[in-house]
C-alpha cells in the first residue's frame, strides 16, 4: 500500500514502506521526528488507523494507549535503525515490542464478499498491539534482511525491500531516486 507524504519542501510523493510497522514510522517521533509528528491527541491515532493500511474506520482511543502508541513507535525507530545498520537491537527496543504485542490484537473478519476485514469497533490498543506483532514478524521473518534505509540524501525513510533482485535504494523513485538521477546526470555534464 502506498501512502502519499507532504515533506517541507511541499513536493508530495508515494511511499510503499512494504510493512504496517514501517508505516506507522511515518507518523513522527522524537528528535529529529519531531517535525513530522502526526499523533497530538487520541483521535489521530484513530485518523491513521484508517488510512493506513489497515483501513479501520472505527477506533476508540484513550490517551493511555495513545501513549503506548508513541512509545511503540519510538522502540521501532530504535530497531528499525539498529536493523539498517548491522546493530545488535537495544533490550529496552524489543522489550517495548514486545510488551506492546503481549496486549490483543484486532481481530480478523471475513466480510460477505469475500474480503478479509477487522471486527469493530476496534481499541487504540488493539492496533498498537497489531502493530507490535507485525514488527515481530518483520524483525524475526524472512525479510528482516529486507529492511532497508533510503539511500537520498538527507532521508531516513525505512523500508522493506520487496523488489525482485533485492536491489531497492530509494524510498521513492519520485522523490529521492529521481533526485539522485538528477544529481547524477548534472556532474557528468559539468
Not at 10 to 24: I, M, T, Y
Amino acid at each position: 500500500m502506498s501512502l502519499t507524504l507532504h515533506p517541507r519542501d511541499g513536493v508530495s510523493f508515494r511511499f510503499d514502506p512494504g510493512a504496517l510497522c514501517l508505516e506507522f514510522l511515518v507518523s513522527g517521533g522524537v528528535g529529529v521526528y519531531a517535525h513530522y509528528e502526526t499523533l497530538h491527541e487520541p483521535a489521530d491515532l484513530a485518523r491513521w488507523a484508517a488510512v493506513s493500511r489497515l483501513g479501520l474506520k472505527e477506533v476508540d482511543t484513550t490517551a493511555g494507549e495513545l501513549a503506548r502508541a508513541k512509545a511503540l513507535r519510538s522502540a521501532l525507530w530504535g530497531l528499525a535503525g539498529d536493523r539498517v545498520h548491522g546493530r545488535t537491537p537495544r533490550q529496552a527496543d524489543v522489550d517495548a515490542v514486545n510488551h506492546a504485542a503481549s496486549a490483543p490484537p484486532l481481530t480478523p473478519v471475513m466480510t460477505a464478499d469475500g474480503e478479509r476485514s477487522w471486527a469493530a469497533p476496534a481499541t487504540g490498543g488493539q492496533v498498537v498491539a497489531t502493530v507490535a506483532r507485525d514488527a515481530i514478524e518483520l524483525f524475526t521473518g524472512p525479510m528482516a534482511d529486507r529492511v532497508r534505509e533510503c539511500a537520498g540524501d538527507n532521508c531516513a525513510l525505512i523500508f522493506v525491500d520487496t523488489s525482485r533482485p533485492g536491489s531497492r535504494r530509494w524510498c521513492s523513485m519520485e522523490r529521492c531516486g529521481n533526485r539522485h538521477k538528477v544529481r547524477a546526470h548534472r556532474s557528468r555534464e559539468s
